[in-house]
């Protein structure tokens, strides 16, 4: 599936998000949940949430309306939420509050500038060519460090250290703040306390990873995740076909993936990242973009108390193309392995369709 046919896979409309609870409060502009907070508008929908830009007491943020059914669902959820609310890293978005309005759990968080799917679709829309290489490179670095971060059994739990799958890895679930991209979306993460933790069918199917579907987590299903978001990021493909919408048969299984619309180095560093068996991916998520930045010709520059660098690595090259493949990589000029010399995904002579919103 290519563009235009992965617009309507990842923008999906979803209606307006109404609890249905009597009393509940009113979601509109100018409302207030909370003294201080004043609505302004809808920033994002999904299946269960409505997200708003708002006022607040420390200035603008982005509030996430989850409806909340009972007392004994609210509660839980809570659970889920405050979870998140005291981890402190640089690539997650840091949540400022989490109070409760009749019907819906309300979760106060930092105001991203746009997602990875808004910028993916600005850059094949109005430039014409894939994200550039180096600053994709540079945001799924930065999701990766994030990913670990979540995935070691490192966080307090009921008195015992659990890791985060988060659950949900796609690009809309990635917020940019200028050259930081950020995770944000926790609401399906699941605690692990070992190599295997049972869970729902959640997330999104055409990111999960093939054991999610068949209802467990792993310790490396994000990453699966995070390789097919760069596959979408990349080329503007999901790498499988589309998983059936109805219910999936428990012997369901999706074939191998297609990567013929990535260059060679780039197939072979994504391909271990996609494989069925969870044990034969990367040891972390850092391992996997890593690689994938050598696949392009590029490293990670960590330096301490000063932002990380992708810039070129000359040992990654072949020799003889190093000055003219690092100017094509740091402009972003697509190569023609990879587009055809086309916008990713597109057929010859068409141009991808209008941009959706939801």
């Not at 981890?87 to 309300?106: E, K, N, Q, S």
């Not at 197939?267 to 990242?273: F, G, I, Q, S």
């Not at 990380?308 to 000359?314: C, G, L, N, S």
Request: glycine fraction near 8%; hydrophobic fraction near 35%; aromatic fraction near 8%.
């Amino acid at each position: 599936m290519c563009l235009p046919d992965l617009r309507g896979a990842v923008t999906t409309f979803f209606p307006k998000v109404r609890s249905t609870t009597p009393g509940a409060f009113p979601l509109g502009s100018g409302a207030e949940p909370a003294p201080g907070y004043r609505l302004k508008r809808v920033r994002g929908r999904g299946g269960f949430a409505e997200v708003w830009e708002a006022d607040s007491p420390t200035g603008p943020v982005a509030l996430k309306f989850m409806l909340s059914s009972n007392a004994a669902t609210t509660s839980r959820e809570l659970r889920s939420v405050q979870s998140f609310q005291a981890m402190d890293h640089p690539y997650l978005v840091r949540t400022h509050a989490v109070f409760t309005v009749p019907g819906y759990i309300v979760t106060a968080m930092e105001l991203g500038e746009a997602t990875l799917l808004d910028l993916m679709f600005l850059y094949t829309d109005e430039l014409r060519q894939p994200i550039p290489p180096a600053q994709l490179g540079l945001y799924l670095w930065q999701v990766g460090q994030a990913l670990d971060f979540l995935n070691a059994r490192r966080h307090l739990r009921d008195g015992r250290k659990v890791g985060f799958q988060h659950g949900d890895i796609k690009p809309n679930n990635v917020l940019l703040f200028g050259d930081v991209a950020k995770l944000t979306d926790y609401g399906v993460a699941t605690a692990t306390s070992g190599p295997t933790t049972p869970c729902p069918r959640h997330g999104t199917r055409d990111y999960a990873a093939p054991e999610v579907l068949q209802g467990y987590q792993t310790d490396h299903s994000d990453q699966f995740s995070l390789a097919v978001t760069y596959h979408v990021l990349r080329v503007g493909c999901f790498p499988f076909p589309p998983a059936p919408a109805d219910d999936l048969p428990k012997a369901f299984s999706r074939g191998p993936a297609d990567l013929s619309a990535l260059a060679p180095a780039e197939r072979l560093a994504l391909a271990r990242a996609l494989s069925p068996v969870p044990q034969d991916r990367y040891p972390s998520c850092e391992a996997l973009t890593n690689q994938l930045l050598r696949a392009l010709g590029f490293k990670a520059l960590v330096e301490q108390d000063r932002p990380v660098k992708i810039v070129p690595d000359d040992e990654t090259l072949p020799d003889g193309t190093k000055s003219v493949l690092r100017s094509r990589l740091l402009t972003g000029t697509p190569s023609p392995s990879v587009t055809g010399g086309r916008p990713p995904g597109s057929a010859p002579g068409t141009r991808p369709g209008p941009r959706s919103t939801g």
